[in-house]
Nanobody
Framework: QVQLVESGGGLVQAGGSLRLSCAAS????????MGWYRQAPGKQRELVAA???????KYADSVKGRFTISRDNAKNTMYLQMNNLKPEDTAVYYC????????WGQGTQVTVSS
């Protein structure tokens, strides 16, 4: 069982930055598949950025060049640095890690005002 807790969301003006954190309850050293997803009102949850088991980092086209995913195994934490935020980035952001099964955090709200 892996418990995930997101933090770092909030209200920011367009063009601003936020850094989201996803703290895991145990070691993430052996977890290869992990990522960030988001869900805007009335829309399906979508991939934002992810580390994959093939060693590839994936980004949604809409965030390429603005968002950066990273991880600190020593702190059991994954991050999402979000720069040049746009109103269309407004959503609840979730982290996900896969260890045999998928574990999700509770989500953190990001609101970008124009």
């Amino acid at each position: 069982q892996v418990q995930l807790v997101e933090s770092g969301g909030g209200l920011v003006q367009a063009g601003g930055s936020l850094r989201l954190s996803c703290a895991a309850s145990g070691s993430i050293f052996s977890i290869n598949d992990m990522g960030w997803y988001r869900q805007a009102p009335g829309k399906q949850r979508e991939l934002v950025a992810a580390f994959t088991s093939g060693g590839i980092i994936k980004y949604a086209d809409s965030v390429k060049g603005r968002f950066t995913i990273s991880r600190d195994n020593a702190k059991n934490t994954m991050y999402l640095q979000m720069n040049n935020l746009k109103p269309e980035d407004t959503a609840v952001y979730y982290c996900k890690m896969i260890r045999i099964t998928a574990f999700w955090g509770q989500g953190t709200q990001v609101t970008v005002s124009s």
